[in-house]
């Protein structure tokens, strides 16, 4: 049984041969995991090991260069419901977000079950925007 096979058992109450798992190399995987890249036409105002800017205009920062964790939003570009109008959001119909998840996709062999997602929950990215 592939793990594609497996993941569609499990999800239908099937039987599959065991529990799909994603879990750190050497123990393997049944999941492929793409999403879409960064816009290739974007470029960011700031970007320093401890300070950058992400595609939504959220300012990130890290306590120190040795920082392990990907930092923190320190500043929102929605400061106010009225920037919204005017707000630019990121272009996710740009189809060269999508080339190297194509190609990923593609080269399957292993017939994984593919997942396909977008960096942070909406909730996250809605936080980011505006606290």
């Known amino acids: 049984m ?6 569609k058992r499990a999800i239908l109450f099937q039987g599959p041969d065991r529990i ?3 879990l750190p190399e050497p123990f393997g995987s049944d999941f492929l995991w ?21 595609e939504f205009n959220c300012i990130w920062k890290k306590l120190s260069t040795g920082d392990k964790t990907m930092g923190q ?12 109008e005017n707000f630019k959001f990121p272009d996710y119909k740009n189809p060269q977000r999508y080339e190297k998840a194509q190609k990923i996709i593609s080269e399957n062999k292993e017939e994984k079950f593919v997942l396909a997602g977008i960096p942070f929950s909406i909730i996250h990215r ?4 505006m606290i």
Not at 2 to 7: F, H, T
Not at 40 to 52: D, L, V
Not at 73 to 84: E, I
């Open 20 to 22: 799909p798992r994603r």
């Open 73 to 84: 939003v320190m500043a929102h570009p929605l400061t106010d419901y009225a920037l919204l």
């Open 34 to 54: 793409v999403g879409a890249e960064p816009d290739p036409n974007w470029k960011p105002k700031i970007q320093t090991e401890t300070e950058w800017e992400d």
């Open 2 to 7: 592939n793990s594609r096979e497996r993941v």
């Open 126 to 129: 809605l936080q980011y925007l």
